[in-house]
């Protein structure tokens, strides 16, 4: 079964961290690009940050752009999302997508897979 599992939501102070991980099963990881999204309450969803098939192109939304990095492991069918310096408005719903394709990335592709979410909540 195919599938994306997020974690590592949670609630974290205003410039704190959290670190995010999507773990695939079921597919052929290393021939997906993967997406973070993001959406909050009342807003549509963002795409915030991708990374290549093999990790060697990586792209950045302007709202978390030098805050934000993405990363894979593709031994372990994992990719993060390291978020430092985080800010309340980086509260929302995050979900990570899978889009194959061989070269580069970008969170404007349709994304074949999704995972369920996992909360993420910036608030002193």
């Known amino acids: 079964q195919l599938q994306l599992v997020e974690s590592g939501g949670g609630l974290a102070q205003p410039g704190g961290s959290l670190r995010l991980s999507c773990a695939a099963s079921?597919?052929?990881?290393?021939?997906?690009?993967v997406g973070w999204f993001r959406q909050a309450p009342g807003k549509e969803r963002e795409g915030i940050s991708c990374i290549s098939s093999r990790g060697g192109s990586t792209n950045y939304a302007d709202s978390v752009k030098g805050r934000f990095t993405i990363s894979r492991d593709n031994a372990k069918n994992t990719v993060y999302l390291q978020m430092n310096s985080l800010k309340p408005e980086d509260t929302a719903v995050y979900y990570c997508g899978a889009d194959r394709r061989s070269t580069g990335c970008s969170v404007a592709s349709v994304y074949e897979y999704w995972g369920q979410g996992t909360q993420v909540t910036v608030s002193s």
């Open positions: 079921g597919f052929r990881w290393p021939y997906y690009a």
